[in-house]
């Protein structure tokens, strides 16, 4: 009994991580993260908008607070999600490596899983101290049609539903004044529609 509760005691929780500009935050987004931490069994996931992602060319992406809110709308009735903030309160590039160090630095009790695409995947040896990353976190992979499963870094692979959804896409569509229903939470289309987001996204 004694060696019971010591085990529960100390039994790491196990939280999931998906990065990303959420710019906005749509669907393919929210099944991803509810589908890995639901197979995964984990305690939580966050969402964790990043400020300025270092992969690829600077971009303008519309105010961090209008991209938090969405996401707090998007996550509100899903207790298994959640958001983290820390990239952006940091400010700068987001290298992944120092964002997880932080937060295994200030969680000792917590195995992180970082969530990426199957298309992401072969990419991972191009990453800022990808090896010292690989130390800090489990890599979650989400399958992709046409993508191979394959890494010299451990991945664990995933099925989730295949939703062909991209943040550009959805700007483009708002800018142009098409529909965009059931590509977003509902919440989320509505305040993008009070704030008046995205009207001059071309």
Known sequence: MCRSKRT???KKRQVG???GTFNPAHLAHLVMADQ?????????????????????????????KHRVKMLELAVEDNPLLDIEKSELEREGK??????????????PDTDFYFIIGG???????????????????????VKRPNYPMESSYPIIWIDVPNMNL????LRKKIAQGCSVNYLLPENVLHY???????????
């Open 8 to 10: 529960e005691q100390f």
């Open 36 to 64: 890995v931490g639901s197979s995964l069994g984990l305690d939580k996931v966050y969402l964790m908008p990043s400020n300025q992602p270092p992969h690829v060319d600077h971009k303008s992406t519309i105010d961090s």
């Open 17 to 19: 991580i998906l990065g």
């Open 166 to 169: 991209s943040s550009t896409d």
């Open 94 to 107: 987001s290298y992944t490596y120092e964002t997880m160090k932080i937060l295994t630095d200030k969680y």
């Open 192 to 202: 993008i529609q009070e704030k008046g987001l995205y009207r001059d996204a071309l």
């Open 119 to 141: 298309d992401m995947v072969a990419d991972l040896p191009n990453w800022y101290k990808i090896d010292e990353l690989a130390q800090l976190v489990h890599f979650v992979g």
